[in-house]
């Protein structure tokens, strides 16, 4: 099956900065690359995702970059705020397969 | 958020006794999903369902059994509640196979004793 691992484990960075979260996939098949924001309490949010036929997708201040060769997708976030701060994890899905499978998460704090 | 709501959400329980789960959608979405949240291992899914009666197992099925009897409702059932099943529990939706975005409810946060 599909095995996601995500790195780092936790990342703190001063408001204004950058963020990079790091994920890699096993199954060459995956061909649906969702993250998810969750606050403390909440459950999962989507706030981006991209599909094998794009390297890269924007939105705001949160991008997505994808390298099938390489099997790994990275989360950017610039100028980052102080509500930025949460877990945030990667999953991985095909068509053939459906569920998500995802990564153990990445606790961001944005220090002010 | 989408129309999803689980119930009850929150539930302590002793070991042994049985635990029943329900997810409810209004969104008339095929897939449905059940996934268990513990610290340091994301979400793992346990059972999902690609339409009414039709259901698979996950990654970590042993000790958890579902049904879906009709397109808006997920059951999850603990036949006889473990202490390694204290965790978060939560339901996602999802459209059809053209679209594999998928949408969680709130969580159930079950303890068992």
């Known amino acids: 099956g599909e095995n996601v691992e995500q790195h780092p484990s936790t990342l703190s960075v001063q408001e204004g900065d950058s963020a990079v979260i790091k994920c890699t996939y096993s199954d060459s098949a995956s061909n649906y690359f969702p993250w998810y924001k969750q606050e403390l309490g909440k459950r999962p949010q989507l706030i981006i995702d991209i599909r094998s036929n794009v390297g890269e997708k924007k939105d705001q201040r949160i991008a997505v970059t994808l390298n099938k060769t390489a099997k790994h997708f990275s989360l950017h976030i610039t100028e980052t705020q102080p509500e930025d701060s949460a877990v945030y994890f990667c999953a991985a899905s095909s068509t053939g397969r459906r569920a998500l499978t995802f990564g153990s998460g990445t606790r961001l704090q944005v220090q002010p | 958020d989408a129309g999803i709501t689980q119930s009850p959400r929150h539930k302590v329980t002793e070991t042994g006794t049985p635990v029943t789960l329900r997810c409810h959608q209004t969104e008339n979405h095929r897939y449905m999903y059940w996934y268990r949240q513990d610290p340091g291992h994301g979400l793992r899914l346990i059972h999902y369902s690609y339409g009414v009666k039709d259901t698979d197992k996950g990654e970590v099925s042993d000790g958890y059994s579902v049904s879906r009897s009709k397109t808006e409702d997920f059951l999850l059932t603990l036949e006889s509640a473990t202490s390694s099943q204290t965790s978060v529990y939560f339901c996602?939706?999802?459209?059809?196979?053209?679209?594999?975005?998928?949408?969680f409810g709130p969580g159930t946060r079950l303890t068992v004793l």
């Open positions: 996602a939706i999802s459209e059809s196979t053209t679209s594999d975005t998928q949408y």
